[in-house]
């Protein structure tokens, strides 16, 4: 089992969450998020005093795929989440050891 | 010469330019509110909050009568009386002649002028000032500043006959000041300042970004303000008349000068017209023009509008200069505006637009007035600013003037009020009712 988890443009949240959808996945997690990566931040000025902001707003996707489906759910993300422009964001994905769904006590690949 | 009696529509002017006046305060509450970073939002809301009660309480014991005052007679402060104003509820308005409104009502009015200065002394020290030593502070500087200085610039003396008793030492002097550009703006600037040497700078001034955590807020408090002022200028003609009309129109066009003035600077100096300056220009716009108002034509308003919207906004570059922390800039656009506008009418002013108003340079009367004006903005700047230092100073030595270092960085919400302003998670975050 993996979690993938995606940062992406805010914008693009709902063109990925209909393709993961689209695909097969049944649920996810979002967060607002802000970081920086090579897109930095930018200058905003208050009464003449310019300021540079480091972290600009994102938003983090977490969805739990069986090891099976993992590289495809990824590109699924990827190719929804590309404007092709700096600042697009990041895939990435870690082995999960277990899963329980809280509800019925299911474990493993069956709680996905 | 029959009695004069009561104007129904005089008095009903007033009263209400008097409500459009208590409603500046916390209008400026919002514009202040709104530039401080969240954590600080309540306390910058309640320090304008805190001076109405304050005021409005010292007015009636004993405030309304050190300023305007005569029995006294003297140039520096009305009478030293603890009269609690019950003694004048069926007399007409007596300041330099008879206006045909009851004087509780022109008290009521001036008590606005008084409740506002000292709030907008606030901006200068935001974000780490102890809220009871605020509190001293409004109550000491009303008193010795604000009070005795409205009496040397409002208090035009109690006239019978031809004779005059207890004007003040500017109104004497012949100052032109209509709304108050001397006694509340330059006065509120000065004082400023010099509580913000008093109390030094914010922890991490010019090394983190002190953003402004809602310019909405800003917005809204600039409207209030903005509808507000019409009566504190327009409501100074003490009439509804054509000097009101006057003020009226030059309070619009002056302020519509200005707030494109500070955006032309912002959007050649830094590539944006911001919001922020959108209501800065426009707050420096009624400043300039609040003791010009009754004195210049529309023309020369909107000239006097265009350049304080500038100047002000080029203004906010000295404290980054010189490095003080008037964190709101009371000194850019209070001081430097009403300092702007009440030499302007020495240039500007003209008996055209007012038969009780003086020619300044550009209508030929030459230099007289102008030198009268410089005389009052350098005795008024000069004793808020030397009053204020030796208050400010006290009140440091004694009783404290700032927060702990660790309650400022937690934000001074919860160390002085014990609360917070926003709640913008939908999750709880603990705990339970004690």
Same mark, same amino acid.
């Given at each position: %089992?993996? @979690?993938? !988890?995606? &940062?992406?443009k805010p914008f693009k949240l709902d063109e990925v969450k209909d393709a993961l959808q689209a695909a097969g996945v049944t649920g996810m997690t979002v967060s607002e998020a802000s970081g920086f990566g090579r897109q930095r931040g930018h200058t905003e000025v208050y009464r003449g005093a310019e300021y540079t902001? /480091? @972290?600009?707003?994102?938003?983090r996707l977490e969805v739990l795929v069986d090891d099976k489906d993992a590289a495809a759910i990824v590109d699924v993300i990827v190719?929804?989440?590309? $404007?092709?422009? &700096?600042? /697009?964001?990041?895939?990435? !994905? $870690?082995?999960? /050891?277990?899963i329980v769904r809280v509800r019925t006590g299911e474990r493993g690949t069956e709680a996905i | 010469m029959g009695e004069i009696v009561l104007n129904s529509g005089d008095t009903a002017w007033v009263l209400a330019s008097t409500a459009l006046v208590l409603l500046m305060t916390p209008g400026l509450a919002f514009f202040y509110g709104g530039m401080v970073r969240a954590k600080s939002v309540l306390n910058m809301m309640m320090m304008s909050m805190i001076t109405i009660g304050i005021v409005s309480v010292l007015w009636v014991i004993y405030g309304f009568e050190l300023a305007f005052g005569y029995k006294a007679d003297s140039p520096w402060y009305g009478n030293i009386s603890f009269s609690g104003l019950g003694g004048m509820v069926n007399d007409l308005t007596n300041n330099g002649g008879i206006y045909p409104i009851p004087v509780l009502v022109f008290a009521a009015f001036q008590l606005m002028f008084a &409740?506002? $200065?000292?709030?907008?002394i606030s901006g200068a020290i935001a974000d780490r000032t102890k809220f009871t030593a605020w509190a001293v502070f409004v109550a000491i500087w009303s008193t010795i500043v604000y009070f005795p200085v409205a009496h040397w610039v409002f208090a035009f003396g109690n006239k019978v006959g031809d004779t005059v008793t207890g004007t003040g030492f500017l109104a004497g002097k012949g100052l032109e000041d209509f709304a108050g550009g001397t006694a509340v703006h330059i006065n509120a600037g000065a004082a400023g300042l010099a509580l913000a040497l008093v109390l030094g700078k914010r922890v991490g001034w010019r090394?983190?970004? %002190?953003?402004?955590?809602?310019?909405? @807020?800003?917005m809204l408090g600039a409207g209030l303000l903005w509808f507000g002022w019409f009566g504190f200028n327009a409501g100074s003609a003490l009439a509804a008349n054509g000097t009101a009309g006057l003020a009226f129109m030059n309070t619009q066009v002056a302020t519509a000068g200005a707030l494109l003035g500070w955006l032309l600077v912002e959007k050649v100096r830094n590539g944006h017209a911001t919001s922020l300056g959108a209501a800065s220009g426009a707050v420096a716009g009624l400043v300039a &023009? !609040?003791?010009?108002?009754?004195?210049?034509?529309?023309?020369?308003?909107?000239?006097i509008g265009l350049v304080a919207g500038i100047l002000c906004s080029l203004a906010v570059g000295i404290k980054y200069a010189l490095g003080f922390d008037d964190s709101l800039d009371g000194v850019a656009v209070h001081l430097v505006g009403g300092i702007w506008g009440s030499l302007s009418i020495g240039l500007f002013g003209t008996s055209i637009v007012n038969s009780l108003g003086v020619d300044g340079i550009f209508y030929g009367g030459g230099t007289a007035l102008l030198v009268k004006q410089a005389l009052g903005v350098g005795l008024v700047l000069?004793?808020?600013f030397v009053a204020t230092l030796i208050i400010g100073f006290i009140i440091e030595k004694t009783i404290g003037f700032r927060i702990k270092k660790d309650a400022?960085?937690?934000?001074? /919400?919860?160390?002085e009020h014990a609360e917070t302003a926003y709640e913008m998670t939908s999750s709880s975050r603990g705990g339970s009712l004690l």
């Amino acid at each position: %089992m993996k @979690l993938i !988890t995606a &940062i992406l443009k805010p914008f693009k949240l709902d063109e990925v969450k209909d393709a993961l959808q689209a695909a097969g996945v049944t649920g996810m997690t979002v967060s607002e998020a802000s970081g920086f990566g090579r897109q930095r931040g930018h200058t905003e000025v208050y009464r003449g005093a310019e300021y540079t902001v /480091d @972290l600009v707003p994102k938003v983090r996707l977490e969805v739990l795929v069986d090891d099976k489906d993992a590289a495809a759910i990824v590109d699924v993300i990827v190719k929804a989440a590309s $404007t092709g422009s &700096i600042g /697009d964001g990041k895939v990435w !994905t $870690t082995p999960v /050891d277990s899963i329980v769904r809280v509800r019925t006590g299911e474990r493993g690949t069956e709680a996905i | 010469m029959g009695e004069i009696v009561l104007n129904s529509g005089d008095t009903a002017w007033v009263l209400a330019s008097t409500a459009l006046v208590l409603l500046m305060t916390p209008g400026l509450a919002f514009f202040y509110g709104g530039m401080v970073r969240a954590k600080s939002v309540l306390n910058m809301m309640m320090m304008s909050m805190i001076t109405i009660g304050i005021v409005s309480v010292l007015w009636v014991i004993y405030g309304f009568e050190l300023a305007f005052g005569y029995k006294a007679d003297s140039p520096w402060y009305g009478n030293i009386s603890f009269s609690g104003l019950g003694g004048m509820v069926n007399d007409l308005t007596n300041n330099g002649g008879i206006y045909p409104i009851p004087v509780l009502v022109f008290a009521a009015f001036q008590l606005m002028f008084a &409740i506002i $200065t000292p709030a907008l002394i606030s901006g200068a020290i935001a974000d780490r000032t102890k809220f009871t030593a605020w509190a001293v502070f409004v109550a000491i500087w009303s008193t010795i500043v604000y009070f005795p200085v409205a009496h040397w610039v409002f208090a035009f003396g109690n006239k019978v006959g031809d004779t005059v008793t207890g004007t003040g030492f500017l109104a004497g002097k012949g100052l032109e000041d209509f709304a108050g550009g001397t006694a509340v703006h330059i006065n509120a600037g000065a004082a400023g300042l010099a509580l913000a040497l008093v109390l030094g700078k914010r922890v991490g001034w010019r090394k983190e970004a %002190m953003r402004p955590h809602s310019l909405p @807020l800003v917005m809204l408090g600039a409207g209030l303000l903005w509808f507000g002022w019409f009566g504190f200028n327009a409501g100074s003609a003490l009439a509804a008349n054509g000097t009101a009309g006057l003020a009226f129109m030059n309070t619009q066009v002056a302020t519509a000068g200005a707030l494109l003035g500070w955006l032309l600077v912002e959007k050649v100096r830094n590539g944006h017209a911001t919001s922020l300056g959108a209501a800065s220009g426009a707050v420096a716009g009624l400043v300039a &023009i !609040t003791p010009a108002c009754a004195f210049v034509a529309p023309w020369a308003a909107v000239v006097i509008g265009l350049v304080a919207g500038i100047l002000c906004s080029l203004a906010v570059g000295i404290k980054y200069a010189l490095g003080f922390d008037d964190s709101l800039d009371g000194v850019a656009v209070h001081l430097v505006g009403g300092i702007w506008g009440s030499l302007s009418i020495g240039l500007f002013g003209t008996s055209i637009v007012n038969s009780l108003g003086v020619d300044g340079i550009f209508y030929g009367g030459g230099t007289a007035l102008l030198v009268k004006q410089a005389l009052g903005v350098g005795l008024v700047l000069a004793y808020s600013f030397v009053a204020t230092l030796i208050i400010g100073f006290i009140i440091e030595k004694t009783i404290g003037f700032r927060i702990k270092k660790d309650a400022e960085v937690e934000g001074i /919400d919860l160390s002085e009020h014990a609360e917070t302003a926003y709640e913008m998670t939908s999750s709880s975050r603990g705990g339970s009712l004690l």
